[in-house]
Nanobody
Framework: QVQPVESGGGLVQPGGSLRLSCAAS????????IGWFRQAPGREREGVSC????????YYAKSVKGRFRISRDNAKNTVDLQMNSLKPEDTAVYYC??????????????????????WGQGTQVTVSS
């Protein structure tokens, strides 16, 4: 079982930047995509950004498009999420997950958490002045 491990969360002021990193050895063998998800208290977990391992297809939630960038390094088995222009509403626990998901299988839902079965422990991101 692949166990992703997140790092890079923390406290940042509005307008600042953070870079999250997900390390997951072996995911290239069993999974097709890696995603970043977040969950704020009282809210449903949402897909923030996903990337396919083989082709590098990407998905971004509308709320983060233009501010966040996902990237992968298959040699290092890492997927990073660069978060810029952070807003207080970005505050949440961010999770990395591996999934058997592809755009041609699930269309616009390919970054939905239901398709991702191996989850990290999460890292807190707090955007506050």
């Amino acid at each position: 079982q692949v166990q992703p491990v997140e790092s890079g969360g923390g406290l940042v002021q509005p307008g600042g930047s953070l870079r999250l990193s997900c390390a997951a050895s072996g995911f290239t063998l069993d999974y097709y995509a890696i995603g970043w998800f977040r969950q704020a208290p009282g809210r449903e977990r949402e897909g923030v950004s996903c990337i396919t391992i083989a082709d590098g297809d990407t998905y971004y939630a509308k709320s983060v498009k233009g501010r966040f960038r996902i990237s992968r390094d298959n040699a290092k088995n890492t997927v990073d999420l660069q978060m810029n222009s952070l807003k207080p509403e970005d505050t949440a626990v961010y999770y990395c997950a591996a999934g058997r998901s592809r755009p041609d299988w699930y269309g616009s839902d390919w970054c939905h958490y239901m398709h991702y079965g191996s989850w990290g422990q999460g890292t807190q991101v707090t955007v506050s002045s």
